[in-house]
């Protein structure tokens, strides 16, 4: 099994900056997705940006330009460097990780982290 563990949450002011780390832990082979999801009060969780080793990024409309993902040498951390924050980027996000880990054989896995709070007053 994979585990990931987030942290870098807080409360801040609008405009400030935020930085967001996942670390993937586990037999891991590669992960070949490592992303960030968030969910506000009383709405669905939605994608914040994601990294795939392949294709490189991809962002929410809403943070494009704002916020910037990438990961470690080894690929099994993440980050998210989140400038520019707004009151409506507060919620919950959520650290996500998808592709394959060693158990007496190569499986697929989809994690998730038990998310970290931001908090962005206006």
């Known amino acids: 099994q994979v585990q990931l563990v987030e942290s870098g949450g807080g409360l801040v002011q609008a405009g400030e900056s935020l930085r967001l780390s996942c670390v993937a832990s586990?037999?891991?082979?590669?992960?070949?997705?490592m992303g960030w999801y968030r969910q506000a009060p009383g709405k669905s969780r939605e994608l914040v940006a994601i990294?795939?080793?392949?294709?490189?990024?991809i962002y929410a409309e809403t943070v494009e330009g704002r916020f910037t993902i990438s990961r470690n040498a080894g690929k099994t951390t993440v980050y998210l460097q989140m400038n520019g924050l707004k009151p409506e980027d507060t919620g919950v996000y959520y650290c996500?990780?998808?592709?394959?880990?060693?158990?007496?054989?190569?499986?697929?896995?989809?994690?998730w982290g038990q998310g970290t709070q931001v908090t962005v007053s206006s």
């Open positions: 586990g037999n891991i082979f590669r992960a070949n997705d």
């Open positions: 996500n990780a998808k592709g394959d880990y060693w158990a007496g054989g190569r499986h697929e896995f989809e994690s």
């Open positions: 990294d795939n080793l392949k294709d490189g990024a």
